[in-house]
């Protein structure tokens, strides 16, 4: 110990560290409401995205008044790391304003600058992701209409392929003969991941799957307009995952792994 604390004093780097522990220790601890001040006022912008991930990690998250920072930081904020922050803090909220923020995101263009700052790419993936985890819920009908339009924009504009492939996602949850046309151009989209999603859709949307050929897919709802929604939200086995559930998933990923750190065994 002797030496150590002497190895300190002459370099200075073990000083540093033990004066940053103390400084840790003594510091007082800030509240939620501390931490999104800080969140909307500190220049530095890695500084604004940890703090608002205290308060989205805190047992506040869903306080009105942490709801009220989250609308104004992903509306306005200029840091598209600190907007996505604050917009997946929204979705995990619950709160009918997450669903708002994220339309008037992807629709900034329809209000004036000082009311919504244009979103990053990374920006407009989380909010349509947000949309379409809403989708899946309860909707007015009003936003439910909203929700529908702006997605549909989103799989036929977007430039990038993690919102276009939220929106495909989304749409899985509007049973609309327009919705499978939708899709099935998206079937066509150069992003091999994008047309994958437009075909998980269009199945759960159906019950059948024509393994992303579009063709096949036009010419099978020109036969089914009347019965096109008989299968809804049956996946055909196909297409179904090799596991049921949240812990059937992680089994099924930790057997991967086992089979891939060791590939010698033999699968009993």
Known sequence: MAVLLLAGCQGGGLDASFDAAIKKVFQPRRTPQQY?????????PDI??????????????????????????ALLENDPHVRCVAVRALGQTGDPRAV?????????????????????????????????????????????GEVLRTLRDRLRS???????????????????????????????????????????????LTGVTHDGDAFAWERWLSEH???????????PASRRPPYEGAWGRRWYDTKQTLQWLFPGGKEQ
């Open 100 to 144: 708002e923020t994220c339309l008037k995101l992807l629709n900034y263009r329809n209000y004036p600058p000082k009311e919504v700052f244009p979103p990053e790419e990374l920006c407009r993936a989380d909010a349509t992701g947000v949309l379409a985890d809403a989708a899946a819920g309860a909707l007015p009908e009003a936003t439910r």
């Open 225 to 235: 307009q009347a019965d096109a929604f008989a299968g809804d939200g049956v996946l």
């Open 36 to 44: 999104l001040l800080i969140a909307v006022s500190d220049p530095d």
């Open 158 to 204: 977007d430039a990038d392929r993690a919102v276009r492939i939220a929106a495909a996602r989304g749409l899985r949850n509007f049973s609309e003969l327009d919705v499978l046309r939708e899709l099935i151009a998206g079937l066509r989209d150069q992003d091999f991941t994008v047309a994958h999603e437009c075909e998980q859709s269009l199945a759960w």
């Open 48 to 73: 604004r995205r940890a703090s608002l991930a205290k308060v989205a990690e805190s047992r506040q998250h869903d306080h009105e008044w942490a709801i009220k920072g989250y609308v104004a930081i």
